[in-house]
DNA sequence: TTAATTCATTAACTCAAGTTAAATAAAATG
DNA sequence: CATTTTATTTAACTTGAGTTAATGAATTAA
């Protein structure tokens, strides 16, 4: 978290089970998370839900699409525990920029960290099977692995949880996997 | 394609069937496209080829993790037809952004786009079936999608060429897909 | 033009995930 | 504590993708 973005922020608190912003919603606000956990997640026409991201503190979440290009979101945030976050505008971030030059670089390290965590999502839900993704996560989240209902974790690997159920006993059996 | 970038670069022509460079590779420099056609992709270790996009003139491609991490670099970058590059070093960039912090917007800018790219991939590879994956890549693809093989693309989808080949069989079937 | 090679389709089979519904288990509530 | 509600597991069945191998089509080379 910077300093510098503290100064232009305005704190917000989200108690649990309360959305940030929705699917559709007009959005210029970026959030950066101080406390709390949240999941982002597509909702499909006919109720489905595909969960995109969690955000934990001291991460941040945005529509980058929302915000540079004027479209509508595409993706609902919701909070999962109470969460105390700073809202930050699209405009005071553009003028803090031009008072400011060097924000521009925490900008620039904060889209690179992006990129480089949703090319990493791109290769596990390219090269990987839900049973391999479903390991890796756990290894690699296992602070809010705890956290989340299987019924979420499931959504995030892009498989029911009614599949996650049957992997989770897989690998039970196998003797690999005791979360 | 940015100016600023012609005169830091050097012009290099990789004709079809040659890489850029490897998995494995320690790459410290990003190929802006000129003309021609590559893709970019995974390869396991027993042998499986997962591709991770292509890339046509006008875009460019490097390994953010390889230049920023230092690590070595996860995939390989093959041209699939003749294609003229401009390759540019991290120093050479670094340097002139340095002399020019305007440029620092255009990496910004550059960054942006990648990862709104990346957003609309991950939406896809998370919530859409192969078949629908199929669909929305002909019709957005469309300029390249005569230029690829039916293998490419399958592994692009992230399916075999043979379930490819009994999906553009249910879309003929249907009536709507007629390519 | 033929032969060789590569690319795409089809078939037969296996396996894992989706779907629906029922059965447990766990958590929240009165 | 008992009851309600929610979360998770299990079962039975369907569907679609992976695998292997054979066939057919299109390209390339001789």
Redesign the interface.
């Known amino acids: 978290m910077n300093e510098q973005l503290k100064c232009i922020g305005t704190p917000r608190f989200f108690p649990k089970g309360s959305f940030l912003f929705r699917q559709g919603d007009k959005i210029n606000n970026l959030f950066f998370i101080q406390r709390g956990l949240l999941k982002a997640y597509?909702e499909?026409l006919d109720g489905k839900e595909?969960i995109?991201s969690f955000i934990r503190d001291g991460e941040f979440i945005a529509s980058?699409?929302a915000i540079?290009?004027g479209n509508p979101n595409?993706f609902t945030v919701l909070s999962l525990e109470d969460c105390s976050v700073l809202e930050v505008t699209k405009q005071a971030l553009v003028d803090q920029i031009a008072n400011n030059?060097a924000l521009?670089?925490v900008?620039?390290s904060l889209?690179?960290k992006?990129?480089?965590k949703?090319?990493r999502?791109?290769?596990e839900?390219?090269?990987m099977s839900p049973e391999e993704r479903y390991l890796i996560f756990c290894e690699r989240e296992c602070e809010i692995f705890t956290r989340l209902s299987q019924n979420d974790i499931a959504r995030y690997l892009?498989i029911t949880p009614v599949a996650l159920s049957r992997i989770r006993k897989r690998c039970r059996l196998v003797g690999g996997c005791q979360v």
Request: glycine share 4%.
């Open positions: 597509y499909t595909f995109k980058l699409q540079v290009e595409s030059p521009t670089q900008v620039n889209l690179l992006l990129a480089i949703k090319e999502r791109e290769y839900l390219l090269c892009g």
